[in-house]
């Protein structure tokens, strides 16, 4: 099974890009964030034209992620982090597909920081590390994917003294990070890569994806069970490169078996 995810940045904006991608890389399943579209406003019946079924969760202007997958609709689980009731934000949904439970989240940026958006970004991270640990337990075949805002490691980013500083590189982040992970978790694209300068994301300014001065900020969690399946991971860098496209590319896995 191939699984994708993709910060498409706008999926109606970007829906040639989206459309163009699915036809030439045909991954089974899809988790997309920053759909930036209201419930109403998602391009259902385009992306069903290319093989897709879908479920999401929209929010005018702002946030959205949604789970697509090849021939059969995705069986939703959740649509809301659990533990906070007044959070209004769309950036987590939670569903099964043949028998593995995939979270696609956009965890928020959290910046500038310190300040209210930082708290807010530690208080999400802590309800995905509590719910993780939910997901861990049960024993289920379970993938946490999406946009995490995070550079784990010095590694994960083109010039980290630059960084210090941002909500993205912040110790508190990369520690919150590094709690999760040690729930049990598989950081899919690191455990294949562990040496490599992986980058996910070139922001519009200054030529970064020319000068390949990106970030490993789109991330893979695979649970226990699913480890051992874990059989190739990448990223379609090239999408990057198109015209009109995001500013993250799309990041991919395959399981075995």
């Not at 090849?70 to 597909?97: F, N, Q």
């Not at 001065?213 to 789109?218: N, S, T, V, W, Y």
Request: contains cysteine; hydrophobic residues 35%; aromatic residues 10%.
């Amino acid at each position: 099974m191939k699984i994708a995810t993709y910060n498409v940045n706008g999926v109606n904006g970007r829906l040639p890009i989206l459309l163009r991608w699915l036809g030439e890389k045909k991954p089974d399943v899809v988790c997309l964030q920053e759909l930036k579209a209201p419930q109403e406003k998602f391009p259902e019946q385009e992306i069903l034209d290319a093989g897709y079924h879908a479920i999401w969760h929209g929010q005018k202007s702002w946030n959205g992620v949604a789970i697509l997958a090849r021939d059969k609709k995705p069986e939703e689980v959740r649509r809301v982090l659990p533990g906070d009731p007044d959070d209004t934000h769309s950036r987590y949904i939670e569903a099964s597909v043949k028998g593995i439970l995939i979270g696609c989240l956009y965890l928020p940026n959290g910046n500038p920081a310190p300040g209210p958006k930082f708290d807010y970004k530690l208080r999400w991270f802590e309800r995905l590390t509590e719910h993780a640990a939910g997901l861990i337990k049960s024993g289920k075949p379970a993938v946490l994917t999406g946009d995490y805002n995070v550079m784990p490691t010095d590694l994960d980013v083109y010039k980290p003294e630059k960084w210090v500083n941002d909500a993205l590189f912040k110790p508190e982040v990369r520690e919150a990070f590094k709690k999760l992970v040690g729930q049990g978790w598989t950081d899919a694209l690191r455990t294949l890569h562990p040496n490599e300068k992986i980058y996910t994301f070139w922001d519009y300014f200054r030529d970064a994806y020319g000068r390949n001065a990106g970030l490993r900020i789109d991330h893979f969690l695979l649970s226990p069970s699913l480890k051992g399946h874990l059989k190739a991971a990448g990223v379609d860098r090239d999408v990057r490169g198109w015209e009109k496209t995001s500013d993250h590319a799309p990041v991919w896995i395959e399981l075995a078996g």
